[in-house]
């Protein structure tokens, strides 16, 4: 436990807590890679949507719709930074995910006559739930 304790920066830590460093340090890489198999497949699939079926069409709007999502996620880090100090960080990350939940389930009725309006309102609402977590 001696040398977790050093590698963690835990000095003081009881061994609670370095079995839960220790978890998490087996399960956030399965999580990092979970997550970017999940959002390469994304992007394929609305480009695939918003191209008509043609992947390599939907890509520029996908681009452009990922621009618009960050823009709305660097416009809106501060204030919700700021709501997460005042009301907590619990209820902030409560609402990211809730948020996330609800634009995916949008995302799962996206289909290649959807309108390009629903679609920035999606990457916008991903951007919003994106601003609330970080």
Same mark, same amino acid.
């Given at each position: 436990?001696?040398?977790?304790?050093?590698?963690?920066?835990?000095?003081?830590?009881?061994?609670?807590?370095?079995? @839960? $460093?220790?978890?998490?340090?087996?399960?956030?890489?399965?999580? #990092?890679?979970? *997550?970017?198999?999940?959002?390469? /497949? %994304?992007?394929?699939?609305?480009?695939?949507?918003?191209?008509?079926?043609?992947y390599i069409q939907g890509l520029g709007i996908v681009?452009?719709?990922?621009?618009?999502?960050?823009?709305?996620?660097?416009l809106l880090d501060y204030p919700t930074g700021a @709501? $997460?100090?005042?009301?907590?960080?619990?209820?902030?990350?409560? #609402?990211?995910? *809730?948020?996330?939940?609800?634009? /995916? %389930?949008?995302?799962?009725?996206?289909?290649?006559?959807?309108?390009?309006?629903?679609?920035?309102?999606?990457?916008?609402?991903?951007?919003?739930?994106q601003s609330q977590q970080s």
């Amino acid at each position: 436990m001696e040398v977790s304790k050093r590698f963690f920066g835990l000095s003081d830590a009881n061994d609670d807590i370095l079995r @839960l $460093a220790q978890i998490m340090t087996i399960l956030m890489p399965i999580f #990092s890679l979970t *997550l970017m198999i999940s959002s390469t /497949f %994304f992007m394929i699939f609305v480009a695939e949507a918003v191209g008509g079926g043609d992947y390599i069409q939907g890509l520029g709007i996908v681009g452009g719709l990922v621009v618009l999502q960050m823009a709305v996620s660097t416009l809106l880090d501060y204030p919700t930074g700021a @709501l $997460a100090d005042l009301l907590g960080q619990r209820f902030i990350l409560a #609402s990211a995910f *809730l948020t996330y939940g609800i634009a /995916f %389930f949008i995302v799962s009725l996206v289909t290649s006559s959807t309108s390009l309006m629903l679609l920035v309102a999606i990457y916008a609402l991903q951007g919003f739930a994106q601003s609330q977590q970080s």
